[in-house]
Nanobody, 114 residues
């Protein structure tokens, strides 16, 4: 399974970005897709999840600002990020859960700076 995330970039505080992630390869049977992020010198942090039934959940740090959407059955997920702050700066990775395995993508860099 290959996961390709895109949409990262440089944005000013208060701005918005939309990340995309597409799973390919042997991607049948994905149960859920997630976004994680890892900031410099910090531990990796779970950001949001969407299940194949469309149920979403968020980390407290992004709730109300970020929205995960997409169609797990179509192997595509998005992360709309609004009101971005410098502390949101990180490499954002998407993942796909198939049975007991979690597959990771390479990630896309989001930098929030003035």
């Amino acid at each position: 399974v290959q996961l390709q995330a895109s949409g990262g970039g440089l944005v000013q505080p208060g701005g918005s970005l939309r990340l995309s992630c597409v799973a390919s390869g042997s991607a049948a049977g994905i149960n859920s897709m997630r976004w994680y992020r890892q900031a410099p010198r910090k531990q990796r942090e779970w950001v949001a999840e969407i299940t194949r039934n469309g149920v979403t959940s968020y980390a407290d740090s992004v709730k109300g600002r970020f929205t995960i959407s997409g169609d797990v059955l179509e192997n595509t997920v998005y992360l709309q990020m609004n009101r971005l702050q410098p502390e949101d700066t990180a490499v954002y990775h998407c993942t796909a859960d198939i049975r007991t395995d979690r597959y990771w993508g390479r990630g896309t860099l989001v930098t929030v700076s003035s």
